[in-house]
């Protein structure tokens, strides 16, 4: 009888043991994060998304006690690395590090994703765009440029990076308010879009104020306007385009922006966690130095603020391609309100 109840006891002690280690097991893998995490840059190592996320990456990563794992996975204007992650679980450790292109996607008929299929986990920051030509450019000033394209329609040429490229975009913009068309030549690359108006190679482009200034500051182009409300601090001598053209109101501000989202479904309790973790990461005088050498605007949105700004973005976009006649439906009839 009492090696019975010795070998209940011992039964006993056992399962409890047992028990207790699988709810500690199961109380660990509920804290998120209790893995590493992993974040999918749409674009090539070294470009200017990849510069961005990475240096953000190691800040949030001491803070949310995982490593962040960067891979990046190019191609298709971004839509492989938005398809990649809207493949993983929807648990928070894969992370979509990305600009705007996919807010593009759907009126492009480039993909049937959008950030709509996302969750907004921190929107770093946007730039700002000019309009540039080359040093010996007979324009030297913006509504010069625009009078000119609206008494030669279609001959006035402007290198871009192809539909749904930044300077196509914006070339929509200008059709929708001035009614000006150009003669586009594609490239690659941005940096081509510019190599080539710097070579006398076509009249204009438009650029992101980053990609541009050490040629400004050497003198070989001349930014005729900017894309923007308010003045650029680097740049204080360029007018804005409100200033010639007030229409422009409507659509800014606009420009490339970034941010870090996560596929929709995923818990409240881990964007929080990520949330909060980027914002702490993004405060870091560091991170704010590193910004101010981009000429990236710090925006810091989170949550209901991130969705805003997306929507306007995404709304103000296809209003002006609708206009312009670059899309053929209206941002109603494409859904967006």
């Known amino acids: 009888m009492k090696r019975l109840i010795s070998l209940l006891l011992v039964l006993c002690m056992t399962v409890t043991v047992l028990i207790g280690c699988d709810n500690k097991e199961n109380n660990s893998e509920s804290i998120f994060p209790a893995r590493d995490i992993t974040g999918i840059v749409q674009w090539g190592a070294g470009g200017g998304t990849d510069s961005l996320m990475r240096p953000l990456s190691s800040l949030a990563e001491k803070i949310l006690g995982k490593s962040i794992v960067i891979q990046n996975k190019p191609g298709a204007t971004g839509a492989i690395a938005t398809q990649y992650v809207y493949e993983q679980d929807a648990d928070g450790y894969t992370l979509l590090m990305g600009a705007e292109n996919p807010q593009l996607y759907s009126m492009l008929g480039i993909s049937e994703l959008t950030y709509e299929d996302f969750e907004p986990v921190f929107i770093i920051g946007d730039e700002k765009v000019g309009i540039i030509v080359g040093k010996d450019s007979k324009y030297n000033s913006f509504t010069e440029l625009i009078e000119d394209a609206l008494a030669n329609p279609g001959t006035i040429s402007m290198t871009t990076t192809g539909t749904g490229g930044m300077p196509w975009s914006v070339s929509s ?31 204009f482009t438009v650029a992101k104020v980053q990609s541009a200034i050490q040629s400004y500051k050497a003198g070989e182009i001349k930014f005729l306007t900017l894309l923007s409300l308010e003045e650029v601090d680097v740049l204080p001598e360029v ?10 109101k409507e659509y800014l501000p606009w420009g490339p922006f970034y941010g870090i989202f996560v596929k929709d479904g995923t818990s409240l309790e881990a964007i929080d966690v990520l949330s909060n973790a980027f914002i702490e990461a993004f405060k870091d005088e560091s991170y704010q130095e590193l910004l101010r050498g981009f000429n990236v605007t710090p925006l810091g949105l989170t949550g209901e603020e991130a969705k805003a700004y997306l929507l306007d973005w995404k709304r103000n976009t296809a209003d002006a391609f609708y206009k312009s006649g670059a899309i053929d439906k209206s941002p109603e009839e494409l859904g967006i309100k």
Do not use: M, N, R, W
């Open 173 to 203: 913009f200008i059709k929708a308010i001035t009614g000006a068309t150009f003669k586009q030549i594609p490239f690659d690359s941005d940096a081509a879009c510019l190599t080539a108006v710097l070579g006398g190679h076509a009249d």
């Open 239 to 248: 007018p804005l385009v409100i200033e010639e053209y007030p229409e422009f």
